[in-house]
T-cell receptor
Framework: GEDVEQSLFLSVREGDSSVINCTYTDSSSTYLYWYKQEPGAGLQLLTYIFSNMDMKQDQRLTVLLNKKDKHLSLRIADTQTGDSAIYFCAAQTGANNLFFGTGTRLTVIP | DVKVTQSSRYLVKRTGEKVFLECVQDMDHENMFWYRQDPGLGLRLIYFSYDVKMKEKGDIPEGYSVSREKKERFSLILESASTNQTSMYLC????????????FGSGTRLTVV
């Protein structure tokens, strides 16, 4: 199966930008996803990018994909305390299977 | 609003009990999944199903079984609960080839005492 890796923790100050990084191993991955998990809740889809794209922007969120290096990042501009959560990267291979990273816990310091 | 509903948010069970975790989706999805989530370990796939009455083992199936008698319902069964099965359990569903990934339920936090 595919390996998806993320760092476990990130702390930023309120108002700064956050950048969460992810690497994956399967170059045939078709879609790459970012999910957000708030405390005690399930995972909520934030955004996704198709593998033939380099960048996708959605309000404060920017996703960058370097397909050559199999590297995905999520940038959150003007980070707020409400952005504190665990962020999961996931890579899709084939029609059915998503492979998840371990999640990055983002802490926003007021 | 499309949904994956897990029957309980919190459960406390005794060691040795048989435990049923229920998951229902209203999106007519073919695929359904059960994960457990533990700190520092991320999501680990227990079982999944691509169709009614079909099931496949994931990465950590030991101590668990599943049932999928209807398309919309996927049940996780702990045959004899043990304390090392204390965890957050997440159910998800998806449609093959769709570009929106999985839809997750809110999770069930199970404590085995």
């Amino acid at each position: 199966g595919e390996d998806v890796e993320q760092s476990l923790f990130l702390s930023v100050r309120e108002g700064d930008s956050s950048v969460i990084n992810c690497t994956y191993t399967d170059s045939s991955s078709t879609y790459l996803y970012w999910y957000k998990q708030e405390p005690g809740a399930g995972l909520q889809l934030l955004t996704y990018i198709f593998s033939n794209m380099d960048m996708k922007q959605d309000q404060r969120l920017t996703v960058l994909l370097n397909k050559k290096d199999k590297h995905l990042s999520l940038r959150i501009a003007d980070t707020q305390t409400g952005d504190s959560a665990i962020y999961f990267c996931a890579a899709q291979t084939g029609a059915n299977n998503l492979f998840f990273g371990t999640g990055t816990r983002l802490t926003v310091i007021p | 609003d499309v949904k994956v509903t897990q029957s309980s948010r919190y459960l406390v069970k005794r060691t040795g009990e048989k435990v049923f975790l229920e998951c229902v989706q209203d999106m007519d999805h073919e695929n359904m999944f059960w994960y457990r989530q533990d700190p520092g370990l991320g999501l680990r796939l227990i079982y999944f199903s691509y169709d009614v009455k079909m099931k496949e083992k994931g990465d950590i199936p030991e101590g668990y079984s599943v049932s999928r008698e209807k398309k919309e319902r996927f049940s996780l069964i702990l045959e004899s609960a043990s304390t090392n099965q204390t965890s957050m359990y997440l159910c998800a569903s998806s449609s093959p080839g769709a570009n929106y990934g999985y839809t997750f339920g809110s999770g069930t936090r199970l404590t085995v005492v």
